[in-house]
């Protein structure tokens, strides 16, 4: 199975990222991804930066980098983790909870766009002379 792919950049080393499951897993030992990607989407001013950390420790640790939540955690508040590395993991958490449909809008995590019955069909209504007869 493919995974998506995130490359991000730590200590002048670029390192290729994957969301598997045990990545995901861990991920969501400390930080609700569906609660971290709401906030980022909908309250960006509130967004807890080490949730974000951890995020981006998360993937950095699964891809082989040499780190502590620690380390990165004290990149993000120097300024050595550039904004850029900073979006593409908010971008990962956002794409990992929502649907994202073709003008980037996000949808409510679990429902899927559109609506109606589940085949599409809409119910025909019974006409008063049809409901008497019967």
């Not at 045990?22 to 960006?44: F, N, S």
């Not at 040499?66 to 794409?95: A, H």
Request: with cysteine; proline share 4%; hydrophobic share 30%.
């Amino acid at each position: 199975m493919a995974f998506p792919e995130l490359q991000l950049e730590w200590k002048d080393e670029r390192f290729r990222c994957r969301a598997t499951f045990d990545v995901l897993a861990q991920i969501e030992q400390k930080v609700a991804l569906q609660k971290l990607a709401y906030t980022i989407v909908y309250d960006r001013d509130q967004v807890p930066m080490t949730h974000v950390a951890w995020v981006f420790y998360c993937l950095l640790h699964n891809a082989g980098a040499n780190c502590t939540p620690e380390q990165v955690w004290d990149g993000i508040r120097k300024g050595s983790v550039g904004t850029d590395e900073l979006s593409s993991v908010m971008r990962f958490v956002i794409q990992e909870t929502y649907e994202i449909s073709s003008d980037n809008s996000p949808q409510q995590p679990g429902k899927a766009k559109g609506g109606g019955n589940k085949k599409g069909r809409r119910r025909r209504r019974r006409s008063s002379s049809e409901t008497s007869t019967q």
